[in-house]
């Protein structure tokens, strides 16, 4: 995936302009004014257009860079089975460090969000890795969690008194690592 910081400074350091990225974008479907848009909004961070493996290639390219260079790798668990609050304690641990170091943290770290957390960095460094990575300099760059809700088939209440009855809310949550190169 496009790293939108990486492409700022890479473009302010080869001094290219957002007018000559877009120009070597430019494809069926994508003509010149929609390009430099294109190219605008994803050195702001917002990825519409979705920069599709094409427009990177060609973006690093025209940067004289490796692909690598300009591009960061993203894993998701969507709807993992505990509240976000709790899941927030384990990726403020790992976020910032080296991946080894983060792997290591994760190992020791007696959470119940800690495996998944683990799976779902190794799945980002598994990603990084095909994509002909070096493994080694690679750190957790961003490690996120968002609510989900409340999971689905858990509806249940406990009664209380006089009748009543409270439902029982179990939450899901989103969890996110982008790792990139240093």
Request: charged share 30%.
């Amino acid at each position: 995936m496009l790293s939108a910081t990486k492409l700022k400074k890479v473009a302010q350091r080869q001094r290219v302009t957002v007018q000559d990225l877009g120009r070597a974008i430019v494809r069926g479907g994508l003509d010149l004014p929609d390009a430099i848009a294109a190219v605008r909004n994803w050195q702001r961070g917002l990825f519409r257009p979705l920069p599709k493996t094409e427009d990177v290639q060609k973006l690093a390219g025209a940067l004289s860079v490796e692909v690598n260079e300009i591009s960061d790798w993203r894993s998701s668990y969507q709807y993992a089975p505990m509240t976000a609050r709790k899941a927030r304690l384990v990726t403020a641990l790992i976020a910032g460090r080296r991946v080894q170091d983060a792997m290591d943290v994760l190992k020791f770290t007696r959470k119940r969000a800690a495996p998944m957390v683990n799976q779902v960095l190794k799945a980002a460094i598994a990603d990084a890795d095909e994509h002909q990575a070096d493994v080694e300099t690679l750190y957790v760059k961003e490690a996120r969690v968002d609510e989900a809700g409340i999971r689905m088939g858990t509806k249940r209440w406990i009664p209380k008194d006089r009748g009543r009855a409270h439902p029982i809310r179990k939450k899901a949550c989103h969890i996110y690592v982008t790792v990139g190169q240093q």
